[in-house]
């Protein structure tokens, strides 16, 4: 019976021993950091910063969390594989977030690229409408310079937007927007100033 | 006796098996080196709050530095744990997280010193430049300039927005970058317009001479006299030396100075009389009130100009300078003529006879009071 008993507590010893070398896992980890790098691909430290940011925190502190269980005796992966494999799922959801902004970002370039377009057209119109001189060309001569400066901008911010600088293409297109709504008005003033005048 | 010898040897022998793993992992319980998680710890959440308070443009190199301690502290870590357990030792990756936290800790203050320098220096700045524009925005607009200069006046207007668009999205470098570039246009337009003043303006002793003339002969001959502020794009009526009415009135195009040849599109500057009254098939407006432009100083400054070489032998002095109607515009666009909106040239028209003195110059106020308060 003793010799019984003995013999167990030695095997449940050795169980100990064999259950200390539970396996790192790398794969994770690896994963982890792969997803990492694809939301910072995907530009998601600059379209969704603040979120790329907790994603990061996240990471660093489940590969502190796996490194503290590697520097213990008797080591259990289970919670840090739930934890990395939670970090990759965050990645992914960061990077789609990013992709999305990026996306959304470039609608709005394009969107105000169009009424540009539009209030261009418009301030074309009217100018070639708007008061002349006596035979020759009005005194509209800074409304036409506005309008070639924005013409060349908005070529500037195609190059961008074709460059992938999303974020500088969307602020000079709403500063050219800007621009192109003022002169906009300041024509739609001298038109009907011209319109009344004509009644 | 030698069985029970033997079974004395094999119960010794399985408790010291037994034994033996418990005696093991005391000492591996006992001698294992606390790992540095909590000095990581504190480093790892320090550099988060430092991350979380400090703008991106403004990163100071204490938590680069941090960072980079924090990946030494963990790569040690890990160094360490490939090691036998009973030999890790984790003095070098704790001293790492330690001064990794002394340098995420100390970086919101470095940061936010510089932070406010920067973004106080940039506001100012832009408050500076907007002030500035805001000032010649209003003369600019009634301003004949060249082409170069209106085209660096819309980029700069266009920059200067781009800026604003940045300082609200806390791009604070971006937005510093593009006021350099919109106020360097800017203030070479402010230049320009502010040479063209000046010069323009350098002549208001003699204006005033003008003016003082024109209002005290309309006083001593009790007739009417028109003075044309070609600045304030105004004609004052006297009658007898007082103020009777004011009109707007619109320019030539290149109206500012003094008219110098035919097609200059420039308004001329000087005394003249009303020589013809112009109505039906005689105008192309509804009225029309010819002047004797040129007059005799206008034709000796031009021989003179031509003299000079300051104007080609080709140039021809102009003529056919009226005050007119088809104004109302909103803009110069004459190519000289001074233009009313018809319904005021109606009623100049009975109110003038021929031989009224017309006097145009271009300005009854200083430059300083012309900029401060633009609009006349």
Not at chain 2, 90 to 99: G, Q, W
Not at chain 2, 124 to 140: G, P
Not at chain 2, 226 to 239: E, G, M, Q, R, T
Request: charged share 30%; net charge positive; glycine share 4%.
């Amino acid at each position: 019976m003793k010799i019984k008993l003995l013999s167990g507590i030695a095997i449940v010893g050795m169980a100990l021993v064999f259950a200390s070398c539970q396996k790192y896992p790398q794969a994770e980890v690896d994963a982890a950091n792969a997803a990492v790098e694809a939301a910072r691909t995907a530009q998601a430290n600059l379209y969704v910063s603040g979120e790329f940011n907790a994603l990061q925190d996240s990471l660093n502190t489940v590969l502190a969390a796996v490194e503290k269980e590697k520097s213990k005796l008797f080591k259990n992966y289970k919670d840090e594989v739930a934890k990395l494999t939670a970090t990759s799922e965050m990645a992914k959801t960061v990077a789609a977030n990013a992709v999305a902004k990026k996306e959304q970002m470039k609608q709005e370039v394009t969107a105000t690229l169009g009424e540009i377009s539009v209030l261009m057209t418009a301030n074309k119109e009217m100018l070639a409408k708007a008061p002349k001189g006596k035979e020759g060309k009005a005194a509209m001569e800074a409304i036409q310079a506005d309008l070639t400066t924005i013409e060349t901008q908005v070529a500037e911010v195609n190059n961008k937007f074709a460059s992938d600088d999303i974020i500088g293409a969307l602020n000079q297109a709403k500063s050219l927007k800007d621009k192109a709504t003022s002169i906009n008005t300041e024509l739609t003033d001298v038109m009907s100033k011209v319109k009344g005048k004509k009644k | 006796m030698a069985r029970k010898l033997k079974k004395k040897v094999k119960v010794i022998l399985i408790t010291f098996l037994a034994t033996l793993p418990l005696c093991v992992f005391g000492i591996f319980i006992l001698a294992t080196p606390e790992s540095p998680e909590d000095e990581l710890g504190k480093a790892r959440m320090a550099i988060a709050d430092a991350r979380k308070t400090i703008e991106k443009d403004f990163i100071p190199p204490s938590l680069i530095e941090a960072e980079s301690l924090y990946d030494s502290a963990m790569l040690c870590w890990k160094k360490e744990n490939e090691k036998f357990i009973l030999s890790r030792d984790y003095s070098k990756s704790r001293t790492f997280a330690i001064r990794s936290e002394q340098q995420a800790l100390i970086s919101p203050k470095i940061a936010s010193q510089n932070t406010s320098d920067f973004v106080n220096s940039l506001e100012r700045d832009l408050e500076a430049v907007k002030r500035d524009t805001a000032q010649i925005e209003q003369l600019y607009s009634r301003l004949p300039l060249p082409t170069i200069i209106n085209k660096k006046y819309s980029r700069g207007i266009i920059l200067l927005r781009e800026a604003e668009l940045n300082l609200e999205q806390k791009n604070f470098k971006e937005c510093r970058v593009k006021l350099g570039l919109a106020k360097f246009d800017l203030s070479e337009v402010a230049r320009y317009t502010r040479t063209l003043l000046d010069d323009y303006f350098s002549k208001l002793p003699m204006w005033k001479r003008w003016y003082d003339q024109a209002i005290r002969e309309s006083a001593q001959n009790q007739s009417y006299a028109l003075v044309v502020d070609k600045f304030a794009s105004k004609c004052y009526v006297f009658l007898s030396g007082k103020l009777k009415t004011t009109y707007d009135v619109e320019l030539g195009k290149n109206w500012i100075g003094d008219k110098r040849y035919s097609g200059d599109k420039a308004t001329p500057e000087g005394k003249y009389k009303v020589t013809k009254k112009k109505d039906g098939s005689q105008t192309r407006y509804s009225k029309a009130l010819l002047l004797n432009y040129p007059n005799d100083e206008d034709k000796a400054q031009f021989q003179k100009e031509i003299r000079n070489k300051t104007l080609p032998r080709y140039a021809r002095i102009g003529n056919l300078i009226e005050i007119h109607g088809g104004g109302g515009r909103g803009a110069n666009w004459t190519d000289g003529c001074v233009a009313f909106a018809d319904r005021d040239m109606e009623s100049l028209y009975r109110m003038i006879p021929v031989g009224c003195p017309v006097t145009i110059l271009g300005s009854l106020q200083p430059l300083f009071e012309v900029i401060k308060n633009p609009k006349p």
